[in-house]
């Protein structure tokens, strides 16, 4: 009698919306009649999901990925932890029926086998969609007509319910990264690839799909729509395209030729029938089989066409480059060179030097291979400022020191919302407290992180905001925050330890600084499209203090002050209360969240100046932000820059009809500004900025009226306007 098989059980997870499945997915594991060796959820370079479950889950071993990010690293990672003689892979809102594990041990009696899946039910939130074919159930992740309905050998599992002998993920290297899903991009095939190079390498072995060894998978509303049907259509295609690519059409595509000319006709005409018979929903479902062929068959078509032209065209590799944070006054000149590490970030560095915590110069260093890196670094330190700065402004302290606090207005991103907060609990100023808004989320997350991880500190407060909007959602945190001085910062930066002390010290210079502004650094720059945003936005504004007002500091510039952009983002911008309130706060009708999709904070710079105050750039208030790493980003973050801009300016006019004629002065310099080849805005852009990208701004800037005046329409029919009305008229701030 063959000794019993140890299961690990591996499960993947990237996302603190699937919390309560991976509560009932840990509940359903425990339940097995067939109990597991051990229970191991791997976390795919979330650290937020990581501290969470580190703390609801004290029996399970909770891990992070130690791969490249993505759904393979994450089961390679899994695997290297497990100990059984099996690893069972469920996905982390799936359940498992009890007897999932006892069928499975049942099939690995069999020495000739070497992996077993199982069936996987949809368990569908609101119901199955009458026209959602059988067919296509996979696009969730399920069983779908056309599999078995009998154990049998079959070429490859699903992977929300599959297992494999341990000996033969270490024999064959595991999954192959780059192939398969990273977040929620929606791409697949990495377990076909595996499962056909494991045949290949054992080929008396045997995969075995066993349908008693049941598993439900969760099905969310956002899957059941027409969008996500479509969408996991085109990822599918191309990722069989991929697939091909590696192993050949061959191999890749055995099954799916079936599949497509017998499986899919069948579909079709059996819900014809349907239709006739009464059920008129069955031309939808045959329709819908129709269009998803059709679609998988066109992306795969053209992904294979594409990659053809690649391998001809290859485009230039992006370099990375080293972003450096260098203090001359703690730190020797000398010993810069060992810092840069010119292997590894090839395409040279980025860097802020300060003297005793005060920004002076901010240089990009490019590596050149045929000189010396202490060469370049000396070029550097000879442009350096030599004559002596001015030191980081007194920071007030004592009970004369201004209370601040800090708004981060988030959606949907604990992940990066965790690094913000850090940083923010890591302020040399004591006097501040931290107010989160969730802003319109779609999952209860952020709750759970804020819930999980931060409120034992007592220093973060949470509010939900139900009303999209950025501008809303600041204004939510203005009428709850308890500072004279209102910090806003968001959830895509790590703060500079000493950002709240150096805000602090500008507004005790005055009573008329009304706003204050810093330096925007990257974070990273090791992406081609993270590097056009630095270029293109150009957030630094330089290492020189500066004041503005209507007065006596006015700049030599034409459009002063409707270029709201030089005087900062809202990324990085604080305000004194009295000063926001008196200029009216924020515009619900502006930022993004909103037709208008930018221009909050652009608005409230130039209400700011023409309420009497004074707006100050002070460059030691330092937040490092996390531009866009996909070149897909960047597109609709140019475009949505255009909008916001379209639509701050289109405010203007709004609310004071008499602009219309001092921006029809303007106009000639703004032509200039936005389409001269000279102008600061394009000498600045890198020579590989893609010019689609300009003009997509450009038309933005134009959809900038419409936006406006949609989103103006939608705030006034809707409530959002009673939280600016309380901060107006200083009423009770709660939230209803």
């Not at 029996?59 to 089961?75: D, F, H, M, P, Q």
Request: aromatic letters at 8%; one cysteine or more.
């Amino acid at each position: 009698m063959s000794t019993p098989v140890t299961i690990s059980v591996v499960v993947c997870a990237h996302t603190l919306d699937r919390l309560r499945h991976i509560g009932e997915m840990v509940s359903s594991v425990r339940a097995q009649t067939y109990p597991a060796m051990s229970l191991i959820i791997v976390c795919d370079h979330s650290e937020a999901l990581f501290r969470v479950l580190k703390s609801e889950f004290k029996t399970v071993e909770v891990i992070r990925n130690e791969y490249e990010k993505g759904l393979s690293g994450a089961r390679n990672t899994g695997v290297k932890c497990a100990l059984g003689d099996v690893v069972a892979f469920l996905d982390d809102d799936a359940a498992a029926d009890p007897c999932w594990l006892e069928q499975i041990a049942i099939a690995y009696e069999d020495p000739a086998v070497m992996a077993v899946g199982g069936s996987i039910a949809p368990a569908w939130t609101i119901g199955r969609p009458k026209w959602f074919p059988y067919e296509f159930d996979w696009v969730n992740g399920c069983s779908y007509i056309g599999l078995p309905r009998e154990r049998r050998p079959v070429r490859n599992l699903i992977g929300c319910n599959m297992s494999v002998r341990r000996n033969v993920l270490e024999q064959t290297g595991g999954f192959r990264s780059g192939l398969g899903r990273v977040g929620n991009n929606a791409a697949g095939c990495e377990e076909t690839e595996f499962f056909i190079r494991a045949k290949s390498l054992l080929p008396n072995q045997v995969i075995l799909y066993e349908p008693q060894a049941r598993v439900r998978h969760h099905v969310p509303p956002a899957r059941c729509t027409w969008k996500h049907f479509m969408g996991r259509c085109r990822a599918e295609g191309r990722s069989k395209a991929q697939m091909a690519r590696l192993i050949g059409p061959d191999r890749a595509l055995s099954n799916e030729r079936s599949f497509a000319f017998k499986t899919l006709p069948e579909g079709v005409l059996r819900n014809i029938g349907e239709a006739l018979r009464g059920d008129l929903s069955g031309l939808a479902r045959a329709g819908a089989i129709l269009t998803g062929l059709t679609v998988t068959t066109v992306a795969y078509c053209r992904e294979r066409v594409w990659s053809t032209r690649a391998q001809h065209r290859p485009p230039p590799p992006f370099e990375p480059i080293q972003i450096i944070d260098w203090d001359l006054g703690n730190r020797p000149p000398s010993r810069l060179q060992d810092q840069l590490k010119p292997d590894a970030w090839c395409g040279g560095a980025f860097c802020l030097f300060r003297s005793k915590g005060t920004p002076i110069a901010i240089e990009e260093l490019r590596f050149d291979r045929s000189r010396k890196i202490d060469n370049c670094v000396s070029e550097i330190l000879d442009r350096l400022p030599h004559s002596n700065v001015s030191h980081l402004l007194r920071t007030p302290s004592g009970p004369r020191s201004p209370w601040v606090t800090v708004v981060v207005a988030t959606r949907d991103r604990p992940d990066s919302l965790l690094k913000c907060l850090d940083s923010l609990l890591q302020q040399s100023y004591s006097a501040m407290n931290i107010i989160v808004v969730d802003n319109a989320p779609s999952s209860n997350a952020t709750a759970d992180l804020i819930a999980g991880v931060f409120a034992p500190s007592g220093r973060v407060q949470y509010a939900r905001e139900d009303r999209a909007g950025l501008g809303t959602a600041h204004n939510t945190g203005l009428a709850l925050s308890l500072g004279d001085i209102v910090a806003f910062t968001d959830d895509d930066v790590i703060v500079d330890p000493n950002w709240v002390a150096t805000i602090a010290s500008e507004f005790s210079i005055s009573p008329k600084i009304g706003c204050v502004t810093g330096m925007i650094l990257p974070a990273e720059l090791e992406t081609r499209a993270q590097y056009w945003v630095e270029r293109h936005g150009g957030f630094g504004k330089g290492v020189d203090r500066r004041v503005y007002d209507l007065e006596d500091n006015k700049p030599a510039d034409p459009l002063f002050p409707y270029t709201a952009g030089t005087f900062g983002s809202g990324a990085n911008m604080a305000f004194r209360r009295k000063a926001l309130v008196e200029a009216g706060a924020f515009d619900g009708a502006l930022g993004a969240g909103t037709p208008a999709r930018g221009g909050d904070d652009l608005a409230s710079f130039v209400a700011i100046l023409e309420a009497g105050y004074q707006l100050v750039y002070s460059p030691g208030a330092i937040v490092w932000h996390f531009h866009r790493r996909a070149e897909a980003g960047v597109r609709r973050q140019a475009y949505g820059y255009g909008v916001g801009l379209g639509a701050y300016l289109t405010k203007q006019v709004f609310d004071n009809p008499g602009k219309l004629f001092l921006l029809g002065r303007k106009f000639p310099a703004a032509l200039t500004h936005l389409l001269s080849s000279k102008s600061e805005k394009m000498v600045r852009l890198p020579d590989d900025y893609p010019r689609h990208l300009i003009w997509r701004e450009r038309f933005g800037i134009l959809m900038g009226l419409p936006g406006y005046l949609q989103s103006r329409f939608k705030t006034r029919r809707s409530i959002s306007s009673r939280t600016r009305s309380q901060v107006l008229a200083g009423a009770d701030p709660s939230l209803e």
